[in-house]
């Protein structure tokens, strides 16, 4: 069966825009930011401004730091309205960064700003009606001038071969300004190898029995010392919290909770006094099984 006149029309628009797209930047990259941190391998930073659908409520503000060696996005929800000269010192930073836009869906309490953000610029670059926005934005911001649709365009095709599970999501505490922590989770480099057992605690947010022993043991399983189980609202999502300031570890037991959905994100709390915490949601028990044993 041939594929309809409308849809193949569609799609020779869409190749001629993002030829005529590439060959703009190809001739306007020589002045492009990013392009140049990109060929000397080094940090580039960006404002993401995020709304969501209700005019009543306030954007929420991001700092992303993208590392073109290791194709690496971090990307940092900062509290209230921070701005650059209230930050600590971090490489790449500069008055006229580039700022980017994501539309969100309307997001639950359960839901983490910068996890959500992430996702939503991921799945940009696989919308042909997006790359089609951007190509029309190419071109008419070469022809007056106008040089930040360059770097959305560039940074959208970088970020086509970042993996989902490689967006470091983080959510900054209110003295953010004054911490070291938005200096560590924007850093080119990572911290050391950890020394000791991943500590965690996996909470139930789906009221099933049995669903945080069933995770206990996959983390168990992959060497991460389980310390308590225990309740937690209801929720929809899996998102495993880097306690500590420490992304890996959440990464790492993201990975071995065998839930392709679940994501993981930065939100420090010493009170937690362990690692990682756990909040297992409704996603998790669809991965899981609804046979499991009973427990918390």
């Not at 910068?114 to 042909?128: D, F, G, Q």
């Not at 930040?148 to 970088?158: D, G, V």
């Not at 970020?159 to 599970?165: A, G, K, P």
Request: positive net charge.
């Amino acid at each position: 069966m041939e594929p309809p006149r409308r849809a193949i029309a569609v799609e020779r628009s869409l190749a001629a825009l993002i030829l005529a797209a590439a060959a703009a930047a190809a001739w306007a990259t020589r002045d492009c930011e990013l392009s140049s941190h990109i060929q000397n391998g080094t940090p580039w930073l960006a404002w993401i401004e995020a709304r969501q659908p209700s005019r009543s409520l306030p954007p929420s503000f991001h700092l992303a730091a993208y590392d073109p060696v290791s194709r690496r996005l971090s990307i940092a929800h900062l509290p209230g309205k921070t701005k650059l000269n209230d930050l600590p010192p971090i490489e790449g930073s500069s008055a006229a960064m580039t700022h980017l836009r994501a539309d969100l869906p309307a997001l639950l309490e359960e839901d983490e700003p910068s996890v959500e953000t992430s996702r939503i610029l991921k799945a940009r670059t696989n919308s042909p009606r997006a790359w089609l926005s951007a190509a029309r934005a190419l071109i008419v911001g070469t022809l007056s001038g106008d040089g930040s649709p360059l770097e959305n365009f560039i940074f959208a095709l970088e970020l086509r071969s970042v993996r989902l599970e490689s967006l470091r999501a983080s959510r900054m505490p209110e003295n953010a300004g004054s911490s070291e922590l938005l200096g560590r989770v924007l850093a080119k480099d990572s911290l050391p190898t950890r020394q000791k057992a991943i500590t965690a605690e996996v909470l139930n947010g789906v009221g099933e029995a049995g669903l945080a022993s069933r995770a206990s043991k996959m983390l168990r399983l992959k060497g991460i010392d389980v310390m308590a189980m225990g309740g937690l609202s209801p929720r929809r999502r899996t998102l495993v919290y880097d306690r500590v300031g420490d992304f890996r570890r959440a990464a790492e037991a993201r990975d071995g909770l065998g839930c392709p959905s679940a994501r993981a994100a930065t939100r420090v709390d010493p009170s937690r006094a362990v690692d990682v915490s756990v909040a297992l949601g409704e996603d998790c028990a669809e991965a899981f099984g609804r046979a499991v044993a009973s427990g918390p």
